[in-house]
């Protein structure tokens, strides 16, 4: 038998259209995942540039808060191991004696040797 009535045979029997037709149907449907896909993707294209910044915004928050806490927490902790208020380490330091600070100066002053500069003419 030729190959050209072979193929005729075959082209024109119903498992051969049966296999064309599910090709089709699969290149259909690809094609309209593809749409739906691409159509989805430029949706989440066009919003991330603002979910970014609302997670950006919502993180720093974040953040601030948790450093305000661990700040607060690290207060408490001098003050207990210390013996004293950290709180009020501020106010000690603001009201203190300015002749303390001239005689804590002046020994400071006295242990540091002076410099010399003499000037040539």
Do not use: C, H, W
Not at 8 to 22: C, N, W
Not at 29 to 52: N, S, Y
Not at 82 to 94: D, K, P, Q, R, Y
């Amino acid at each position: 038998m030729p190959i050209t009535t072979e193929v005729k045979r075959i082209t024109e029997s119903k498992p051969f259209y049966a296999i064309t037709g599910a090709g089709d149907f699969a290149v259909e449907k690809a094609r309209a995942a593809a749409v739906t896909v691409q159509g989805k993707a430029e949706a989440v294209a066009k919003d991330l540039p603002e979910k970014a910044r609302v997670y950006a915004d919502a993180a720093t928050t974040r953040i601030n808060q948790m450093y305000e806490e661990l700040a607060s927490r690290g207060r408490k902790v001098v003050s207990r191991v210390s013996g004293e208020a950290a709180l009020e380490l501020t106010e000690v330091s603001e009201t203190a004696e300015p002749a303390i600070a001239a005689q804590t100066t002046g020994r400071r002053t006295a242990t540091r040797p002076r410099s010399t500069t003499t000037t040539q003419n």
